[in-house]
């Protein structure tokens, strides 16, 4: 997606490319950070309140309507008796119902070398704990993190004892990092978890000198990219199966050959 600083547009976008999505056969689907809204941190933070009440509203009833389980990536959810929000992502079932959420624990506060500053603890509370891995039938074991999530791989081998298949990483990477470090960080959470990885991404410009990087990508367990959306809004669709999963187990068992923790 190539959000903007208006809600009703981002929310009119993503239900084009979910309709697209499920009309090529799609099951799960996963939408980006930020998708609801993409702006300057003091709109978004006066807006937080309407964000999240409608962004969770819509994303019940495209599940529902359409039989799809579906995580929204990343959007602001306003914390009790404080000026911030949680950087929240939400995994909804095909009956409407909230099966997991995370607050982003790691927050981007970093000087990119192409001279834009990011702060995102000036308006977002860290969340603490590492999010469930969820259990679906048809759909494997699911874990979820955000974007700067993708640096830190302890985070994941967290979820990898949980019996981790499927790992979403919903992102709005930017332009200048995403170019050297975007694939061959998420094909090594995939190698080495051995799992699949589906990451949504931003792309585009989406107000002043805010630009990602694009690629929402599907990786097989192997590092083997199955999909990539390429830079322009769009869809990436491949197919989850788990003979291939268990094969790559069985013929690279590093999961059970850990020594440490």
């Known amino acids: 997606m190539t959000s903007v600083p208006n809600l009703e547009k981002?929310?009119?976008?993503?239900?084009?490319?979910?309709?697209l999505s499920v009309r090529q056969g799609a099951?799960?689907?996963?939408?980006?950070?930020?998708?609801p809204f993409l702006g300057e941190e003091v709109d978004k933070i006066t807006q937080a309140e309407t964000i999240a009440l409608e962004s969770q509203q819509f994303l019940k009833k495209m599940a529902q309507r359409h039989q799809i389980t579906i995580l929204g990536g990343g959007f602001p959810v306003p914390v009790e008796q404080c000026t911030k929000v949680y950087n929240t992502a939400?995994?909804?079932?095909?009956?409407?119902?909230?099966?997991?959420?995370?607050?982003?624990?790691?927050?981007?506060?970093?000087?990119?070398p192409d001279g834009n500053t990011y702060q995102e603890s000036s308006t977002v509370m860290a969340g603490k704990?590492?999010?469930?891995?969820?259990?679906f039938p048809d759909l494997g074991n699911?874990?979820?993190?955000?974007?700067?999530?993708?640096?830190?791989?302890?985070?994941?081998?967290?979820?990898?004892y949980q019996g981790m298949d499927v790992i979403f990483v919903p992102a709005a990477f930017t332009a200048f990092t995403g170019k050297d470090h975007w694939r061959v960080l998420l094909q090594a959470?995939?190698?080495?978890?051995?799992?699949?990885?589906?990451?949504?991404?931003?792309t585009g410009t989406h107000y002043a000198r805010r630009q990602t990087h694009g690629h929402a990508m599907i990786i097989d367990p192997w590092g083997v990219i199955l999909a990539d959306a390429g830079?322009?809004?769009?869809?990436?669709?491949a197919e989850i199966n788990f003979s291939r999963l268990e094969q790559v187990r069985r013929q690279m068992p590093s999961l059970q050959h850990r020594v440490f923790g």
């Open 10 to 19: 981002n929310l009119a976008q993503a239900e084009e490319l979910i309709d």
């Open 27 to 35: 099951e799960l689907i996963g939408l980006p950070e930020n998708f």
């Open 90 to 112: 939400l995994l909804i079932n095909s009956n409407g119902q909230v099966v997991s959420y995370y607050h982003k624990v790691h927050l981007f506060d970093v000087d990119v």
């Open 129 to 135: 704990e590492i999010p469930k891995v969820c259990s």
């Open 142 to 160: 699911i874990g979820i993190s955000v974007c700067y999530d993708v640096r830190f791989p302890e985070f994941y081998r967290q979820m990898s």
């Open 189 to 202: 959470r995939a190698i080495e978890n051995t799992c699949y990885v589906i990451a949504p991404a931003q």
């Open 231 to 237: 830079e322009k809004p769009g869809v990436a669709i």
